[in-house]
């Protein structure tokens, strides 16, 4: 990296600077060199920022536009669930732990072909709180007959 700073084979200097020493030279290269770098660093920070910011942002209003739902499920559906399935896992009926999966009966995957109900697939009727092992198993495509 040093040895392309020569005054020569880097830029073609001012000819006021070229009555400086190559020495002093170099040094004020170096300066603006970091400078530079220092600047490119910084803004290219922000630019790959921005892009991520307007990236997301950008998805976000495409999926306002398809009027696609978010997997988002409120504490308020959760907690209903969990007090409608008496806190236990609507398939083994065990109890479940804090850490329970819902679980959309008809597959959030398939959200475009859902039309019961409000047409969103977020609804109540179609969520259900799993325990681990049985999201495991739902999530692995096994159907419950597989397990007897
Ligand atoms: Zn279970």
Known sequence: MKTELTPSNYYDPPTNQKTK????FEKELEKAR??????ARENGRILRENIKMIAREEAKKEIKKLGIPSRYISPIIKSKLFRKQKGKCAVCKQEL???????????????????????????????????KECNWVKGNNLTEDNLK
């Open 21 to 24: 020493s190559d020495k002093e």
């Open 34 to 39: 970091k400078k530079g770098e220092e600047w």
């Open 97 to 131: 732990e804090k850490n329970f999966h819902i679980d959309h009966i008809f597959p959030y995957s398939k959200k475009f072909e859902y039309k019961n109900g409000t047409n969103n697939i977020n609804e109540e009727r179609n969520l259900r709180l799993l325990c």
